[in-house]
């Protein structure tokens, strides 16, 4: 069982920067892909960054040179630097650890809201 605490949400002006944090009660790299999705109005998950096990990182083509996904071992966690933020960025933002087993695990969330 992974367990996942996302934090760093807030509220910030279009344009700002938030840094969002995924503490997982395992260590990551090696093991876990970590996604980073938002909730859409239709509560859909949409993908935003991930960093796999063994480091590789995708960014959906609305977020990248914006948005920079990164992981501290030693804590592990993963950081998702969102910068140039946009309102239709406003969402909760969840991260989801994948175990190359099949197993999936999500977080609860953390409120991102970009006014205008």
């Known amino acids: 069982q992974v367990q996942l605490v996302e934090s760093g949400g807030g509220l910030v002006q279009a344009g700002g920067s938030l840094r969002l944090s995924c503490t997982a009660s395992?260590?990551?790299?090696?093991?876990?892909?970590i996604t980073w999705h938002r909730q859409g109005p239709r509560n859909e998950r949409l993908f935003v960054p991930r960093?796999?096990?063994?480091?590789?990182?995708n960014y959906s083509d609305s977020v990248k040179g914006r948005f920079s996904i990164s992981n501290d071992d030693r804590e592990n966690a993963v950081y998702l630097q969102m910068n140039s933020l946009r309102p239709e960025g406003t969402a909760v933002y969840c991260c989801?650890?994948?175990?190359?087993?099949?197993?999936?695990?999500w977080g609860q969330g953390t409120q991102v809201s970009v006014s205008s």
């Open positions: 989801r650890a994948s175990e190359r087993s099949g197993g999936s695990y």
């Open positions: 395992v260590r990551i790299f090696g093991i876990l892909t």
């Open positions: 960093i796999t096990y063994h480091g590789i990182r």
